[in-house]
């Protein structure tokens, strides 16, 4: 049986074949200067399905991840389920799940933070045909699928849809749980979003490692003139997301760990075209009113990428 634990109401437990089906995701984060801050809910999605079953958990995957993740509890969508359900105090006496999945893993397009908000978002699903005074709202969504990674640029995307600011609160004394919060942006609708995806990974935890402890004051002033200008540019005035998208603070000091991204990067801005680092890389994110140079994008394709126009999505639902 899974069981809430946590949550002060009396428990439900939802009937067998109960179902629910999520469409959630992809994202981007940092978006150039927002790092750990500003997020996109990008045109690239992952679908679960999941079914109250009599007992036990069957997990199958299909598409990206497939052979790769665990197929037991420790999946990502697994606990995020649970979580969610623990939190609305309901039980269920086992579980099916279907992932099928578009977007790759460890390549910047936040495939983390989409199967935990698709997760929490499924149990919501459940729990709303059985007892929708229980079903989490968005700020919920917004706490619990950040606590997974420990910033909620990625999550707070796939929740919202569009752009967001994020924001942390933690506690000063270092005592006590962090508080994650999120704002959505309309982004303006001229502005489309390009990804170039090398078959290439690479870990975020090991670039987050490359990251000085400590920035110049110059450079903190940079990058805050900057983030302030992306949200302006992103919602109004997309002819200056050149400028918008300029970081001093993660890209360069992760070039050494994704060579051919921060060439791209680099070609592309060149260009004319505002190209950033997505999240952690390897990805690239390309946001422009233009097309990409046809010139460009073949060469990119030569060399492996996968050159696609995402566009801009909203949040996760159900279907």
């Not at 893993?105 to 936040?110: E, T």
């Not at 997309?238 to 680099?266: G, N, Y």
């Not at 060149?270 to 890389?281: D, K, L, N, Q, T």
């Not at 990805?283 to 990409?292: H, K, Q, S």
Request: aromatic content about 2%; hydrophobic content about 45%; some cysteine.
């Amino acid at each position: 049986m899974i069981r809430a634990v946590t949550s002060p109401q009396a428990c439900v437990e939802l009937p067998e074949g109960t179902t629910a089906k999520v469409r959630v995701p992809a994202s981007s984060a940092n978006l150039g200067p927002g790092f750990d801050s500003l997020g996109l809910a990008l045109g690239m999605h992952d679908q679960i399905s999941v079914t109250v079953a009599h007992s036990g958990l069957d997990i199958t995957v299909d598409g990206a991840g497939h052979g790769e993740v665990p197929l037991d509890g420790s999946h990502l969508v697994v606990r995020a389920i649970r979580k969610g359900l623990d939190a609305a105090g309901v039980a269920v006496g086992g579980l099916r799940i279907n992932c099928a999945n578009t977007i790759p893993h460890s390549r910047g397009l936040g495939s983390s933070a989409s199967a935990a908000v698709g997760g929490l978002v499924a149990a919501n699903g459940l729990v709303a045909q059985v007892a929708p005074d229980r079903v989490l709202g968005v700020d919920a969504l917004v706490q619990l699928s950040a606590e997974f990674e420990g910033h909620p640029d990625n999550a707070s995307a796939s929740v919202l849809g569009g752009a967001v600011v994020s924001w942390t609160d933690a506690p000063a004394d270092g005592e006590g749980d962090c508080r994650y919060f999120a704002t959505r942006l309309d982004v303006h609708r001229d502005i489309r979003a390009f990804a170039l995806v090398p078959e290439t990974r690479s870990s975020t935890s090991q670039t987050r490692g490359l990251l000085p402890m400590h920035v110049t004051h110059r450079d903190a002033v940079f990058n805050v003139s900057r983030a302030a200008l992306a949200v302006v540019a992103l919602t109004q005035h997309p002819e200056l997301l050149m400028a918008a998208t300029e970081d001093r603070l993660h890209q360069q000091q992760r070039a050494s760990a994704i060579p051919m991204t921060s060439r791209w990067v680099a070609e592309l801005r060149a260009a004319g075209i505002p190209a950033m680092v997505s999240g952690a890389g390897p990805a690239v994110l390309a946001l422009t009113v233009d097309e990409i140079p046809p010139g460009l994008a073949r060469r990119a394709e030569d060399e492996g990428m996968l050159v696609t126009e995402l566009g801009i999505s909203g949040g996760a639902s159900l279907v």
